[in-house]
C-alpha cells in the first residue's frame, strides 16, 4: 500500500494518502515488490561520448524524433496484423509502460463505419478492447439502435471501433497533445488499411487527433472531412452517462449517420 501504510496510527492521513495515490494512477498492483528505479538507473549509466562513436555527437535524426520512428514503423505496415505488432512493439510512448494490454482494436475490418475513440479505460486495459466498459455498452445500444453491430459479419451493418491511444492514461486523464502526435501516425495508418467510408469521432481527442480542433459539444453532429472521409463527430459515451440530456442530439446524430449510408 505503499505511503499509505507507513502512516501509523492516523486512519484519515492513510486514507488521504491512499487516495491521492489511485488519484496519481496507481490504481492496480503491477509487481509482488517495489522496484526501485533510482537504483535501476545507476545499475545502467549511459555511455559517454567518445571520439570512436561519433553517432553520439551527430544523433541519426530517425532515432532522435519518436514521430518520425512512429511514422516509419506504421507506414511499413502492410496489414492490420502487421500495424497491430508495430504498435504492440513501438517503445516510445510513456502510457506503454503503465498498461496491461495494447488495445488495437474490435469489430469488423470491412465495415464501412469506424468508430474513433480516445483511449483504453481500466476493463479494456484489462481485456485488451476498446470500448467494453459501461461507456462501451452504452456505445453498442447506440449504434444497434441504427442497426450497426461491431459482432455484425455484414459489411453493411458492421462497425470496426479503435481509439487515439492504444494505451490507457494513468488514473483515466486525457492524452496530452504530444502522445497524441506521436500516436498518429498508426491512427492514420490504421484508418487507411481499413478504408471506411465514413469516420465516426467520439469525443474530443479523436476531434482534435484528427482536425487539430477542439469543442465536441460545438462541432458534433456537423460532418466534416478528415483523412480524406466524411467525419461526423460525436459526444462520447462516457459524457452521455453523465449528461442524459445529451441524449437527444446523440440521437439526431446517429439518425444524420444512419442517413448518410443509404
Ligand atoms: N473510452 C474510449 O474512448 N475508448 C475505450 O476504448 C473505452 C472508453
Not at 17 to 30: C, F, K, N
Not at 38 to 46: F, W
Request: charged share 20%; aromatic share 6%.
Amino acid at each position: 500500500m505503499g505511503i499509505a501504510a507507513e502512516i501509523t496510527g492516523d486512519w484519515h492521513a492513510a486514507l488521504a494518502a491512499l487516495a491521492w495515490e489511485v488519484e496519481a494512477g496507481a490504481d492496480e498492483t503491477i509487481l509482488d515488490a517495489p522496484v526501485n528505479r533510482y537504483e535501476l538507473a545507476a545499475e545502467s549509466p549511459k555511455p559517454l561520448p567518445t571520439k570512436a562513436s561519433p553517432a553520439a555527437a551527430a544523433p541519426d535524426p530517425l532515432q532522435a524524433d519518436p514521430v518520425a520512428i512512429a511514422r516509419s514503423a506504421a507506414e511499413g505496415a502492410s496489414s492490420l496484423d502487421a500495424l497491430r505488432e508495430a504498435i504492440a512493439s513501438f517503445a516510445h510512448c510513456d502510457l506503454k509502460k503503465g498498461a496491461r494490454n495494447t488495445v488495437f482494436a474490435d469489430g469488423n475490418p470491412k465495415a464501412r463505419v469506424l468508430i474513433l475513440g480516445e483511449a483504453p479505460g481500466a476493463e479494456e486495459d484489462r481485456e485488451g478492447r476498446p470500448f467494453v466498459g459501461r461507456a462501451g455498452q452504452l456505445l453498442d445500444r447506440m449504434f444497434a439502435a441504427i442497426g450497426l453491430s461491431r459482432t455484425s459479419p455484414d459489411t453493411e451493418s458492421a462497425l470496426y471501433i479503435t481509439n487515439v491511444m492504444p494505451w490507457r492514461p494513468p488514473a483515466n486523464r486525457d492524452p496530452s497533445p504530444a502522445e497524441i502526435a506521436l500516436m498518429l501516425p498508426f491512427v492514420e495508418r490504421h484508418i487507411a488499411l481499413v478504408d471506411p467510408a465514413v469516420i465516426v469521432a467520439v469525443g474530443n481527442t479523436p476531434l482534435f487527433a484528427l482536425t487539430g480542433t477542439k469543442g465536441i459539444l460545438r462541432a458534433r453532429g456537423t460532418w466534416g472531412q478528415a483523412l480524406g472521409k466524411p467525419l461526423l463527430p460525436m459526444t462520447h459515451p462516457a459524457y452521455l452517462l453523465r449528461t442524459p440530456a445529451a441524449k437527444r442530439e446523440a440521437w439526431a446524430d446517429l439518425l444524420s449517420l444512419q442517413a448518410r449510408l443509404r
